[in-house]
């Protein structure tokens, strides 16, 4: 949905995963991660704050959400009150990562020396294309790195210096998607240097992808940050609208009257609903404050180069209030549209794709 009168400003995600957690326990520990899968290595750059007696442990894994090999053992990191610290995890011998390839890594807050004795964990994604130097020293003494030398951090759309940490968004589309954290954040990268021996990561990287590659906001041709950029056949792409209001109640008083269409235009078909549309829990996202619900539906991958349209309608079928404005049938607000067109093109990494979507979706359903 679109934000109504105002904007409020971290599936599959793209070059380095950023993302954040804070733990409900007092007092407060917060970790937040810049994760990037390499070819024959992860780098993991780590910043927060940590309670006495906890750390943090790190695991790799060869597919996503832990699944397949095991590419490292449990590692400590030792971290107390600010903390700032890298950590770069080869992989075993012999295990390399292809382009378009995915890694995952277990992320667990617990006490020292028992990691079994958790207070936060989590799993993360992130699929190899580019890779990204350590930010920090792989040791932390009161917030700060002995040795390390300060790295001055660049907006890598720009190139111009900022002073965000690194893994801080520096400006993000300031729509919240599903799960947690806002769509399409960018983040600070450390600066390349003057003198380079080999390709300078800036070369490697894909020109025109975004953080949250495949993850498509209905609405995203009205707004410019949800622009989900350059899509490639070997993607998955899920779609996801949203609603929001200012008590649980008045988001289930929508969902009770609201009529959605929402239309998928095709190369190959005329204009279709999706079908086997997920629809979230009522929450109440801590980035806002608000009480949200979200929409998704999961297209799969594999689709023909081409280009795309998704249309979004929303109607009522009586007035609903979201705290803030009145929808529906005699109300200035009868009836919201949108739309998302965006562009598969053929995967550069020479990996054959055998295509399967689009789908007349009117034959899944028989």
């Known amino acids: ?3 109504k009168t105002f904007v409020s400003a971290l599936m599959l995600v793209l070059l380095a995963s950023l993302a954040s957690a ?3 326990s007092a007092p407060a520990s917060t970790v937040n991660w810049l994760f990037a899968a390499c070819d024959n290595k992860a780098v993991i750059d780590l910043t927060g704050t940590m309670q006495r007696g906890y750390d943090i442990y790190l695991q790799l894994f060869r597919e996503t959400q832990g699944r397949g090999k095991e590419l490292s053992g449990l590692i ?11 950590r770069t995890i080869p992989y075993p011998s012999g295990e390399i990562l292809a382009l378009g390839q995915f890694a995952s890594i277990k992320i667990i807050m617990a006490r020292e020396g028992n990691p079994k004795s958790t207070i936060y964990e989590t799993i993360f994604d992130d699929v190899y294309d580019t890779c990204i130097e350590p930010a920090y020293g792989t040791t932390t003494v009161g917030g700060t790195t002995p040795g390390a030398l300060a790295i001055p951090l660049v907006d890598p759309q720009t190139g111009l210096p900022v002073t965000v940490e690194p893994g801080q968004p520096i400006r993000t589309s300031g729509i919240l998607k599903p ?3 806002y769509l399409n954040p960018v983040f600070a990268r450390p600066a390349e240097s003057i003198v380079q021996i080999g390709a300078r990561p800036s070369q490697a990287r894909e020109q025109g992808r975004v953080t949250d590659v495949g993850l498509l906001f209905a609405e995203c041709d009205q707004f410019p940050g949800a622009n989900p950029g350059t899509l490639y056949d070997t993607d998955n792409l899920t779609v996801f609208w949203s609603w929001y209001a200012r008590t649980a109640a008045q988001v289930r008083d929508h969902m009770a009257k609201v009529q959605y269409t929402i239309l998928f235009e095709t190369p190959l078909y005329p204009p279709q609903p999706f079908i086997n549309v997920q629809v979230s829990p009522v929450v109440r996202r801590p980035e806002d404050r608000r009480f949200w619900v979200f929409y998704t539906v999961n297209l799969g991958d594999r689709f023909v ?4 349209r998704i249309t979004y309608q929303a109607t009522w079928t009586e007035p609903t209030f979201d705290g803030w404005e009145n929808f529906g049938p005699g109300t200035t607000n009868e009836v919201l549209r949108g739309s998302c067109t965006f562009t598969i093109e053929k995967n550069p990494y020479g990996v054959e794709v055998s295509y399967q979507n689009p789908k007349w979706y009117a034959n899944e359903q028989k």
């Open 179 to 181: 799960g947690s954290g």
């Open 22 to 24: 804070q733990t409900p």
């Open 1 to 3: 949905m679109p934000p």
């Open 76 to 86: 400590q990191v030792p971290v107390d009150g600010e903390f700032r610290v890298s």
């Open 305 to 308: 180069p081409g280009t795309y």
